[in-house]
């Protein structure tokens, strides 16, 4: 076992150079918070935005999407918003899941497994 050997093919394997991360120009205003809220009809997730800093990681919010307005629920806060790649990878949040919104998001989880 050669340990100068190792640490030198172990140096040529490091990156040379750190790069710089790119700031990205999204339109989020200051009181907006991001989350990442995964929706059950394609199993993704999205970001989305609002001005409600009290939801938590599991609550239900209503998104729109091109399927007209989905429950999604929040997986938790998006930190580092530079890792959104584009403005329209940003969601409006409609409104946080109403118990009748549960209700009905409940009922059509069951149906779809008895389908």
Do not use: W
């Amino acid at each position: 076992m050669d340990i100068e050997n190792d640490l030198n093919v172990l140096a040529q394997l490091e990156d040379k150079e750190i790069k710089k991360k790119e700031k990205k120009d999204h339109k989020i205003a200051e009181d907006e918070i991001c989350y990442r809220v995964k929706f059950d009809y394609n199993n993704c997730f999205k970001v989305c935005k609002i001005k409600n800093k009290d939801i938590k990681h599991g609550d239900l919010l209503i998104v729109p999407t091109p399927y007209g307005n989905e429950v999604g629920l929040v997986l938790g806060i998006v930190t580092d918003k530079d890792e959104i790649q584009s403005q329209e990878e940003i969601f409006d949040v409609v409104r946080i899941a109403t118990e009748e919104d549960i209700k009905k998001y409940n009922l059509n989880k069951e149906k779809a497994k008895k389908a």
